[in-house]
Antibody
Framework: QLQLQESGPGLVKPSETLSLTCTVSGGSVRSSGDYRVWIRQAPGKGLEWIASINYSGSTYYNPSLKSRVTISVDTSKNQFSLKLTSVTAADTAVYYC?????????????WGQGTLVTVSS | QSALTQPASVSESPGQSITISCTGTSSDVGGYNYVSWYQQHPGKAPKLMIYDVSIRPSGVSNRFSGSKSGNTASLTISGLQAEDEADYYCSSYTTSSTYVFGTGTKVTVL
């Protein structure tokens, strides 16, 4: 079964760039038919789909975040990443990396444990 | 894209049934049969319970069922058990080739 583990700074200053990495084990980060996904959840709030990248490198972004977000894959490290620029306190959240197959039209099937990122000076 | 609308909370006694609604628009829920439901216990990652409106993944209890009518989808939990107490989120594929989640519903087993 696919296993996903987020890593990155737990504290980011306002206006700076949030960078997170997800290490994939139990499979390739770019297996045929696979999508890699980032989803976040502000404290005490609901889930928000951020972005996904598929096995051919096509990317999809939440329209409300599109101007600030980049998702990418590093096949040499079997990782995928999220960059979110110009962060504010509203970007404080638990960030989940996740994945799914192209046969499952859902936000995600497999999830990491999540990592809390706080935006504060 | 706006979050799908769910009731904030639902409470019921063990053994009873509850239904959680999820209202969107023709650009999401009403436009595709790609509604899914997630269960999230405190401090845990969400778990997929229903996909494609009404299909249960392997291992999910048949006490969970889903349906859709127009722009509103529903999740029904029958024979409510203490372990069902959690937050539930609906989600839908959208015309932007993205996904939108619902506002979330806290289910309490009395």
């Amino acid at each position: 079964q696919l296993q996903l583990q987020e890593s990155g700074p737990g504290l980011v200053k306002p206006s700076e760039t949030l960078s997170l990495t997800c290490t994939v084990s139990g499979g390739s980060v770019r297996s045929s038919g696979d999508y890699r996904v980032w989803i976040r959840q502000a404290p005490g709030k609901g889930l928000e789909w951020i972005a996904s990248i598929n096995y051919s490198g096509s990317t999809y972004y939440n329209p409300s975040l599109k101007s600030r977000v980049t998702i990418s894959v590093d096949t040499s490290k079997n990782q995928f990443s999220l960059k979110l620029t110009s962060v504010t306190a509203a970007d404080t959240a638990v960030y989940y990396c996740a994945g799914r197959k192209d046969t499952a039209v859902v936000p995600a099937v497999d999830w990491g444990q999540g990592t809390l990122v706080t935006v504060s000076s | 894209q706006s979050a799908l609308t769910q009731p904030a909370s639902v409470s019921e006694s063990p053994g009873q049934s509850i239904t959680i609604s999820c209202t969107g628009t023709s650009s999401d829920v009403g436009g595709y049969n790609y509604v899914s439901w997630y269960q999230q216990h405190p401090g845990k990652a969400p778990k997929l319970m229903i996909y494609d409106v009404s299909i249960r993944p392997s291992g999910v209890s048949n006490r969970f069922s889903g349906s859709k009518s127009g722009n509103t989808a529903s999740l029904t939990i029958s024979g409510l058990q203490a372990e069902d107490e959690a937050d539930y989120y609906c989600s839908s594929y959208t015309t932007s080739s993205t996904y939108v989640f619902g506002t979330g519903t806290k289910v309490t087993v009395l």
